[in-house]
C-alpha cells in the first residue's frame, strides 16, 4: 500500500520546538544540515535504523507532498496533515497523463583516478565538452535537450513516452547542502512538466513510488500524475 500525503509545517510552531530538527537530532543519521530534509524524515523516523521508504517534493516553503509505504506520523504536533489518500493509479496502455518532475538528472562516467563510476549532472557532463570561452551561450540549450535526452532514458526504463513539444523543461538551480564535517555537498535540479502517455502500465507504477534520478532525500525524483 502507497499514500499520497500532504503536510504542512504549522506557522506557531515555536522555534525551539524546530531546532532539534533542523539540526538533524530527530533520530535521524545524517551528515547533511538541511532543514526540510530532516523536517521530512522526522515525520518517518520511528527509529534510528530505519530506511527511507518515501519520496518528497516542497513546494511552496514548508508544504510537502509525500508519496509513502507509511502514512505520516506527527507527535509533537508541528505539522497539519491532510488524511493520506490511498496511491493506487489504475493506468492503462495508452493513457495520456499530465506529470510534472522535480529531479536530479545525472550519469554515471568511468573516473580512472577513483577506480569506480562517478555521478555527473548531466548539464555539466555536456558543458565540458565546449571550450569554457562558450559554455555560456550553450546553457540554457543544454539545460533542454541534455534534460530531455534523460528523461526519454528514463521513460524507456519505466513504461512511458512522451512529444518533446509536448514537455517543459526550466528551473535548472544548483543547491549546497552543509556537511557536518568537509565541504558543502552540491547537486542540481530541472523542473519537468507536460505530458507522457503510458506504454508500459507495469512499468511504470513499479518505478513512481522508487522515484526519478538521484538526491531523493532532498525533495527530488517524485513523479506527480493525473489524468489528461
Same mark, same amino acid.
Given at each position: ?18 531546532? =532539534? ?18 523536517? *521530512? ?18 513546494? +511552496? ?22 488524511? =493520506? ?11 495520456? %497523463? ?8 545525472? *550519469? ?87 505530458? %507522457? ?6 512499468? @511504470?507504477?513499479?518505478?513512481? =513510488? ?11 525524483? @517524485?513523479?506527480? +500524475?493525473?489524468?489528461?
Amino acid at each position: 500500500m502507497l499514500y499520497f500525503s500532504r503536510v504542512s509545517l504549522k506557522k506557531e510552531a515555536s522555534l525551539s520546538a524546530l531546532a =532539534p530538527l533542523l539540526l538533524g537530532s530527530a533520530g535521524v543519521e545524517s551528515e547533511s544540515r538541511h532543514p526540510a530534509h530532516h523536517l *521530512v524524515w522526522y515525520l518517518f523516523a520511528d527509529g534510528p535504523g530505519r530506511q527511507r521508504d518515501f519520496l518528497w517534493r516542497e513546494t +511552496i516553503s514548508g508544504v510537502f507532498l509525500l508519496l509513502s509505504s507509511r502514512p505520516p506520523r506527527d507527535p509533537h504536533g508541528l505539522f497539519g496533515i491532510e488524511k =493520506p489518500k490511498p496511491f493506487a493509479p489504475e493506468l492503462k496502455t495508452g493513457d495520456r %497523463l499530465i506529470f510534472s518532475l522535480r529531479a536530479n538528472p545525472v *550519469v554515471r562516467r568511468r573516473d580512472n583516478v577513483r577506480g569506480r563510476s562517478v555521478k555527473h549532472d548531466v548539464v555539466m557532463d555536456q558543458l565540458r565538452t565546449y571550450a569554457q570561452g562558450k559554455r555560456a551561450r550553450h546553457r540554457l540549450d543544454l539545460v533542454r535537450t541534455s534534460g530531455l535526452d534523460w528523461l526519454k532514458r528514463q521513460g524507456d526504463k519505466a513504461g512511458f513516452d512522451f512529444q518533446v513539444d509536448d514537455i517543459s523543461v526550466d528551473g535548472y538551480s544548483t543547491h549546497r547542502v552543509k556537511r557536518n564535517t568537509g565541504p558543502a555537498m552540491a547537486f542540481s535540479t530541472i523542473d519537468f512538466e507536460g505530458a %507522457l502517455t503510458v506504454t508500459d502500465p507495469k512499468q @511504470l507504477l513499479t518505478a513512481l =513510488p522508487k522515484g526519478f534520478g538521484a538526491s531523493k532525500a532532498y525533495g527530488c525524483g @517524485l513523479m506527480l +500524475i493525473r489524468r489528461a
